[in-house]
Structure formats: structure tokens, C-alpha cells
């Protein structure tokens, strides 16, 4: 039987999985308060705007408060990273999200974040955040996992199939409003796409710059600060330039201001924190990969309040979804457990000064520890036998 410190063990290990879910089914909430602001006729730069205010006046004392004795010093470099993490990640992707939302449907728009984990797996080996190990079974299941998801989600959003009536709640929030959605998503499907593709690349690179940040300013409080706050100027510069009624920017106790309220504080504030922790403790490849499952809700709950069909494609889609989603995470499970494996023989051959490793299978471990665990090592020989190596490993501050 498992005692309580292997139950408390296999909780913290899947905590970066548990918070990631819960930040896909906050997110499948503001899609469909995205679609009921819009349809409610609020202006969507203004929407944006609100969102970056609220979410700064929630996280900014929390960040003041919880972090204010172990924040490091505030650098020009930290303020330029947050000011590419507060348009990236929040007034240029929010902005051209909310369009391509407007202009399709909330299950649609939500299919078209499934190629954030494709863009991003790019990226990251790009930039040698991650390895792209077609050799290894883990490198080669995470390849796998991003297409099999990629394809789901096209499966998803250019086959429909027949009606599947698995449910029926009566419930239509959008009430009258639905059928003229209907008819600016036929006729403006095109320009959505390519929004939604615009809102999926800056998401990505977003996610890149964000893992640079959390390095060199470890405060997931602070960061979101940050980022809240430049995301906010940005967008409201952008909001006053595009919406010069006055009378457009007033919030009533009404839909808008719910939407605006939730997608503030718990969209933003609370969920941007927990993505921060999430690229620290796995990287950017395991926050992008959970894209996927707010489709799956999307589609669920746009089928049960917003009057929207559920098809076979969906369904189909789907399940190829949750497979991708499952091979990307399995295989950066068995990386973290090749660099666990590792980490205890680094450490004994450092304390020991000498090698039991020959050079080659010491050349390639410090490789797979440098590339899976992001620390800077490295390796010199001592004298011209293979047998006698001296391994100085530099510690990351």
C-alpha cells in the first residue's frame, strides 16, 4: 500500500497537470463570455482593454505583497521582456482573438489554438528549449503527440458529419442574436482563420519569451504584474485610437461587465500566475500542449448554452485530440525521468572529482541533462586517457 509521503509525491507530480487543466476550462469560459460580450454588441478593443485593467488591479498587490521580499532588481532588460510578453501574450493575441471569435464561432475559434503546440514545439528547438530527439522514444512521441493533436483539430474544424443529439438543454444564451452569427461566420470564416492563426503565433512566441523572463526574474506574481500592466497600455492605446465614443467604454451590471470581470481577474490575474509556474516547472512545449482540451470544453459547453450543433467531426477530432495531448505529455514525463536518473550521478561524480562514465556516454548524458533540465554544463579532460576525466559543471544562479 502507498503511505502518505508516496500519495503526497504523486499529488506534486501531477500538480503542473492539474493547474494546466484547470487553466483550459477558465479559458473555455471566456470563450463563450467573449461570444456573448461580442454579440451583445461590445466593441472588441474595448473589451480587450477592460480585461488588462481588471486583471492589473487584481494581481498588482498580490504581487506587491507576496513577493516584495524576494523580488530581484528591476532592469531595462526585464521591462523590455515584459513589455514583448504584455503584446504578444496579451494585447496583440487577445485583439486578434476576439476578432476571429466575432467573426466564426466559439468552437471554431477555439479548434484554431490547437496549432499553438505545433508552433510552439518549433520555436522551442529553434531557440534549443527543446530537444527534437526523432532517435529517442520520448522525442519521438512528443512529434508524434503535436501531429496526431494538429490533425484532431483540423479534423475538427473542416469535417463536420452529421448532428449528434446526445444532449439537449433548450438553453440558447445568445437568444435571438444566434442566426445573424450564423451568417457572419459563413461569410467572413476566411478572414476569422487567419485572425485566429495570427492570435495562435503570437501566443507562441509569447509563451518563448515568457520562459527567457521567469529565468532572470523568478516571481510568477510579479511577472503577470508585468505583463497585466504593459498588455493594459497597449491595449488601451490601441482602444482609444479605434473607439472614440465615450459612450461605448461605460460598463453596466450586464453581461459586459461579467465578461470583463472574469476574463480580468480569474483569465488573466489568476490564470496567466499559474501559467508561470507551470513554464517554470515544465516549459513552454507542456503549457502549449493542453491548448487542445479547451476545444474538447469549448465544444462542450457552446452544445449546451450557446444553442451551438455538436457534429461526428468533433467528436472525432476530439478523441485524436485527447491521444496527442496524452503522447506530448508522456514523453516529457520520461525526459524528466532520464534527467532525474542523471542528476544523482553528476552529483556523486562531482563530489568525487572523477569520472565512472567513459567519454562517450559522459559526452552524451551531459547533453541530455543540458538540453532536458536547461542548465549550463561543462565538461574538460584532465589529461589524454579516456579513463581519467575531471567533469566542472557551472551552477545556474
Request: with cysteine.
Amino acid at each position: 500500500m502507498m503511505n502518505v509521503a508516496q500519495i503526497c509525491n504523486v499529488i506534486h507530480g501531477l500538480k503542473p497537470v492539474l493547474l494546466m487543466v484547470l487553466v483550459q476550462a477558465t479559458f473555455a469560459g471566456v470563450n463563450v463570455l467573449y461570444k456573448l460580450a461580442a454579440s451583445d454588441g461590445m466593441h472588441l478593443p474595448i473589451l480587450v482593454t477592460y480585461r488588462f485593467l481588471f486583471a492589473t488591479a487584481f494581481i498588482c498587490p498580490i504581487a506587491l505583497f507576496v513577493e516584495r521580499k524576494k523580488r530581484p532588481k528591476l532592469t531595462w532588460m526585464i521591462l523590455l521582456q515584459a513589455f514583448g510578453c504584455g503584446l504578444f501574450g496579451g494585447s496583440l493575441a487577445q485583439n486578434l482573438y476576439v476578432k476571429a471569435l466575432s467573426l466564426t464561432s466559439a468552437t471554431f475559434a477555439a479548434a484554431t489554438t490547437n496549432l499553438i503546440p505545433a508552433i510552439t514545439f518549433v520555436l522551442a528547438v529553434c531557440f534549443g528549449m527543446e530537444r527534437l530527439g526523432w532517435m529517442t522514444y520520448p522525442g519521438t512521441a512528443k512529434i508524434i503527440g503535436t501531429a496526431i493533436g494538429v490533425g484532431g483539430a483540423m479534423l475538427l474544424t473542416f469535417y463536420k458529419g452529421p448532428d449528434l443529439h446526445m444532449w439537449k438543454t433548450n438553453v440558447n444564451l445568445l437568444n435571438g442574436q444566434h442566426h445573424a452569427s450564423n451568417i457572419q461566420h459563413s461569410s467572413n470564416r476566411v478572414m476569422g482563420s487567419l485572425l485566429a492563426m495570427g492570435s495562435c503565433f503570437s501566443y507562441s512566441i509569447w509563451l518563448i519569451l515568457q520562459t527567457n523572463m521567469v529565468k532572470k526574474y523568478p516571481c510568477p506574481y510579479s511577472v503577470t504584474a508585468l505583463t497585466s500592466a504593459m498588455g493594459g497600455v497597449q491595449a488601451l492605446v490601441y482602444g482609444l485610437s479605434t473607439e472614440r465614443h465615450w459612450g461605448d467604454w461605460k460598463l453596466g451590471w450586464n453581461v459586459r461587465l461579467l465578461t470583463v470581470a472574469y476574463t480580468g481577474v480569474l483569465g488573466s490575474g489568476l490564470m496567466f500566475t499559474l501559467i508561470t509556474w507551470c513554464v517554470q516547472m515544465r516549459g513552454p512545449l507542456f503549457v502549449s500542449a493542453f491548448n487542445p482540451l479547451m476545444l474538447v470544453l469549448v465544444a462542450i459547453a457552446g452544445s449546451l448554452v450557446l444553442n451551438e450543433s455538436l457534429h461526428l467531426g468533433s467528436v472525432l477530432g476530439a478523441i485524436l485530440i485527447i491521444f496527442g495531448l496524452y503522447a506530448v505529455l508522456w514523453g516529457k514525463c520520461e525526459e524528466g525521468k532520464k534527467v532525474a536518473q542523471l542528476r544523482p550521478l553528476k552529483e556523486s561524480n562531482i563530489e568525487n572529482g572523477e569520472g565512472v562514465l567513459d567519454g562517450e556516454s559522459m559526452r552524451s548524458s551531459l547533453e541530455m541533462v543540458a538540453d532536458s533540465d536547461s542548465k549550463h554544463s561543462s565538461a574538460r579532460s584532465g589529461n589524454t586517457e579516456p579513463r581519467h576525466i575531471e567533469v566542472v559543471v557551472t551552477p545556474t544562479i
